[in-house]
């Protein structure tokens, strides 16, 4: 590039177009490495309560195993099903932005959220079998009946892993939500299709987490 | 005449509570961050003062835990961590690579709103008990203690979300918003080491979140994973927090090494001796850092296989560190220096650094630490280090950007004075924790036995002495602010852009879009610079 | 802008990419019924189960396949220091009980200094 230029003031062509990038697409770029290296903050975050659960499993199997027992597999294939359509129905998403499809994208979002919805009420009514049942976290476990001690701390890990795992979904939720708000007033076009391509980055790595969640805490003996 | 800059051309509270202006938000960084500073200051001198005889002097032991825990847990947290990157960072990062902003303004202004809330509730925790676990917050006893535990692992989990987005955005500004010209080997060498601690930032951040919200559940729910008593390892606590910080101590340190890498080449007048093994260097050691962590646990109970792996790997990461030394020694080498305040806290830096760097080998040895772990040795390594090595750099940045970030120039004179009392009063204080470590002077005791009483003087009476010299510093830094602007674009004759514009710069930074054709070490003769050769003579 | 035959082919992709993200979790699910020989292997199958259908996920539905690199650089680089970090843990984990008789991996694990041990070998 020979020479230096003014800088243009481009506030009045482009209404989502930032003052210190050239375009959309250096915006657009940026932004996405910006919201992979935000997923990996996530990833590590996980990691973390996998790498303890791993640690404490291997230190008290039998009580994981018999943890693990108590756990509705039916309802965790559920909702692994439900996650993977709704990550589906996000891709789709993404890709009517994409193109312009203003009434697909509005629909698919709508999807989206509707199957985020469902999850969260398959767990919360595995939630409430489990109060019942006294198997609570930590200091509130009152199960009886245990045949090994420990079994308490599987389901602390089940509870904070899950739980943190649904407010994750939550959070996903109200992302949705204020896209399709966006949708609706048409913000978004072929051109500028931005956020809902870094949000649907985020939902799939909430689906990701879910996909080694349902495994190691439902399936595994 | 004043220009119009950053600092006047908008005016009122509000404009500056909701600025999106990255050198707007630097500032603020600069004043939070530095008043932390003082805070923590004001706790390190009462812990010396307690220490001045070997039974109580001042406060009871419960006092003195607090003292010591919330001295460490500011220190870092408020002050070391975030002040380089987010203060100085903030403001000359998009200089340094001709952005007019960085990537994500609105980011960066959450990330100061989250530090801003993070210090509140820090700073709260005083008055609601206080913590006395010490600042790496050990199990089982944070899990069993009173006190406002609670409140602190929040505060750290707020803030560890400031420094990650700080993070976020300086890899993706490095990446995207580089002017023409300027391909990644002719970024200023301060831009690789910050690009190098977002990387730790991003990666490690999050397992310290992880680590106090579970400590927090462990206290409110009982969730038992580091409790023995329900079945929980309290050495897997240790591994948690040390997987964050030890990189968080490369966080500290790669910020000041950046500054350093552009102070001695401005300073001498030469470029840089192997730019490449520098940049290289800063990236290595924020892989490596994350393979050492360990060193921290060779008497927790790890097992001695892990430990033997650890140790061999902390031997390591001190390869890059000393290759960025060696090349600093040698840009020096028939250079043409200038001695100003810069220029002078970096050749601090160098001795300092050299020896808290050294003194870690012996740490990072197994059979030494045994005897050293947990003594007064640890803890004048680590403030050679961190004082001596991020704090010193720390200075040598501040008088180095001071001109361009408030147009002022400040006071030579008052700079070599206070300088001098900072080196003497920081020798004084730490090396004879040195001594009395390897004697073995246990860490964090409130009470000593008395054959360790003169060493312990030694040290106060350094702290004073240091504490002087820093007294002056803020004295003379905030005198020049009260002079009318004097500060010309260029005061030290530096190549990199943040120079080509004026001091303070404008708030879109530079009035035309750089485009960059030379390194940012490439000086022109000084016969040619008629104007900075007089003012260097 | 897409053209209308790349729109099918998108739809066409992530329907595919569906079917075997479903065909795998019924692989998983019926996985667990059986028995491979040991506890760990169960293990090893079903991560590497759970592994196939993250990847699917990331290169189709996040676009790693098609994107610029950096994303995917960002991305392994995450997993690679999870990696570390569970391998580090687990070595210690596991090896405290070769180097120390007496704590097997049943009880908690009590925090022993190393010189207690060195001076009890002596």
Not at chain 2, 34 to 45: D, P, R, W
Not at chain 2, 107 to 122: C, E, F, P, R, W
Not at chain 2, 229 to 243: A, E, I, T, Y
Request: proline share 5%; with cysteine.
């Amino acid at each position: 590039m020979s020479g230096s230029h003014t800088v243009v003031e481009h506030g009045a062509q482009e209404p989502f177009l930032q003052h210190h990038f050239h375009d959309l697409g250096q915006q657009a770029e940026a932004s996405k490495i910006g919201m992979w290296l935000f997923l990996v903050t996530e990833i590590l975050l996980f990691g973390g309560l996998f790498v303890g659960y791993g640690i404490m499993r291997m230190l008290h199997s039998q009580a994981f195993h018999e943890g693990h027992l108590h756990l509705d597999r039916s309802l965790g294939a559920i909702n692994t099903v439900v996650l993977l359509v709704s990550s589906f129905t996000m891709a789709m998403a993404v890709h009517s932005a994409r193109t312009g499809n203003r009434e697909r994208l509005i629909l698919l979002l709508a999807a989206t959220l509707a199957f985020a919805g469902v999850f969260l009420g398959v767990k919360y009514v595995e939630y409430s079998h489990k109060f019942h049942d006294g198997l609570l976290p930590g200091r509130f476990y009152r199960h009886a009946g245990d045949s090994v001690p420990g079994v308490a701390v599987f389901f602390s890990f089940y509870f904070v892993m899950t739980g943190l795992h649904g407010l994750h979904v939550l959070a996903g939720m109200v992302a949705i939500s204020w896209l399709l708000r966006r949708a609706v007033r048409g913000d978004f076009s072929a051109t500028y299709y931005a956020p809902v391509d870094l949000t649907g980055l985020y939902w799939h790595l909430v689906d990701m987490i879910w996909i080694y969640l349902f495994p190691l805490l439902y399936l595994i003996s | 005449m004043t220009a119009a800059s950053y600092l006047t051309e908008q005016r009122g509270l509000r404009s500056w509570l909701f600025t999106l202006d990255h050198k707007r938000i630097g500032v603020m960084y600069l004043w939070s961050t530095l008043l932390a500073f003082f805070l923590g200051g004001v706790l390190a001198m009462l812990i010396r003062l307690e220490l001045l005889t070997p039974t109580r002097t001042l406060m009871d032991a419960d006092t003195y835990n607090k003292v010591f825990t919330l001295h460490g847990a500011v220190m870092i947290f408020l002050f070391i961590i975030p002040s380089i990157p987010a203060a100085l960072g903030n403001f000359v990062l998009p200089l340094l690579l001709g952005a007019r902003d960085v990537a994500f303004p609105r980011l960066n202004l959450a990330s100061y709103y989250l530090y801003v809330l993070g210090a509140l509730m820090a700073l709260a925790s005083m008055i609601t008990g206080g913590i006395d676990t010490g600042w790496t917050f050990y199990t089982p006893y944070s899990t069993s203690t009173g006190g406002a535990v609670n409140l602190v692992t929040l505060a750290v989990f707020v803030l560890g979300f400031s420094s990650i987005f700080t993070g976020v955005n300086f890899i993706a500004t490095t990446h995207k918003l580089r002017a023409p010209g300027m391909s990644w080997f002719r970024m200023p060498l301060f831009v690789w080491g910050m690009y190098a601690t977002a990387i730790i930032q991003i990666l490690a951040t999050p397992v310290l979140g992880i680590t106090v919200l579970l400590l927090f559940l462990e206290r409110v729910f009982g969730v038992g994973i580091f409790d023995p008593k329900l079945g929980g390892d309290p050495v897997l606590f240790q591994h948690f927090f040390w997987f964050y910080s030890h990189p968080a101590v490369y966080i500290m340190i790669l910020p000041g090494m950046a500054i350093i890498s552009e102070v001695i080449p401005v300073f001498s007048r030469r470029p840089i001796f192997g730019y490449r093994a520098i940049a290289f260097s800063s990236v290595a050691i924020a892989g490596v850092s994350f393979l050492v962590w360990g060193h921290h646990m060779f008497v927790s109970g790890q097992s001695v296989l892990a430990s033997a792996l650890f140790s061999f790997l902390t031997f390591l990461v001190a390869i890059p560190s000393a290759v960025k030394v060696f090349n600093w020694v040698a840009t020096m080498y028939k250079g043409s220096i200038w001695l100003q305040a810069p220029m002078i806290y970096a050749i601090m830096f160098l001795l300092l650094f050299a020896i808290g760097g050294l003194t870690g080998l012996f740490l990072g040895s197994l059979a030494t630490d045994v005897h050293l772990h947990d003594t007064y040795f640890v803890v004048a390594h680590f403030h050679y280090v961190m004082m001596g090595g991020v704090f010193i750099a720390f200075l040598a940045g501040l008088h180095y950007w001071w001109p361009k970030m408030f147009g002022r120039m400040y006071s030579e004179r008052w700079s070599r004075i206070a300088a001098a009392l900072v080196f003497v009063g920081f020798n004084t204080t730490f090396l004879a924790q040195f001594v009395m470590g390897s004697r073995g002077m246990p860490r964090r005791y409130y009470n000593y036995l008395p054959e360790f009483q003169p060493l312990h003087v030694v040290s106060t009476v350094g702290s004073w002495i240091l504490a002087l010299g820093l007294v002056i510093t803020a004295g003379y830094l905030l005198a020049s602010l009260r002079k009318r602007p004097d500060a010309p674009p260029n005061p030290w004759g530096g190549m990199t852009l943040e120079w080509q514009t004026s001091s303070p710069p404008p708030t879109h930074n530079f009035e035309t879009v750089p485009v960059v054709d030379h390194g940012p070490y490439d000086f022109p003769p000084l016969e040619a610079e008629e104007e900075l050769a007089g003012r260097r003579a | 802008m897409s053209t209308h035959a790349e729109n099918k082919n998108a739809v066409r992709t992530y329907s595919i990419v569906l079917g075997a993200l479903l065909t795998l979790t019924a692989v998983t699910v019926a996985a667990a019924g059986v028995n491979f020989g040991s506890a760990f292997i169960n293990v090893v199958i079903a991560l590497a189960i759970a592994s196939a259908k993250a990847s699917l996920v990331a290169l189709y539905f996040m676009h790693l396949r098609h994107d610029r690199p950096m994303s995917a650089v960002i991305f392994v680089t995450g997993l690679a220091m999870l990696a570390i970090f569970l391998m580090f843990c687990f070595l210690d984990t596991l090896s405290r009980e070769q180097v120390q008789p007496g704590l097997t991996a049943q009880a908690p694990a009590r925090a022993v200094s190393i010189s207690a041990i060195i001076l009890s070998a002596s």
